[in-house]
């Protein structure tokens, strides 16, 4: 949880705890992926250029 107005905790060996990542579900297969390793394209996340070029499901 996000600590308002104060400094990051910090771990064993004293550098600051890795910052949670959002995970988002991937428009055509439904897999969830952290949002720095999809892509996106007209508003919708998926999880790589294939599935981008597939479209969403229906």
Known sequence: MARIGKKPAKGKNGQADAVAERVLECA????????????REHGRFYCSDAHRLAGPRE
């Open 28 to 39: 055509h297969c439904g897999l969830n992926v952290p949002e720095s390793e999809g892509v």
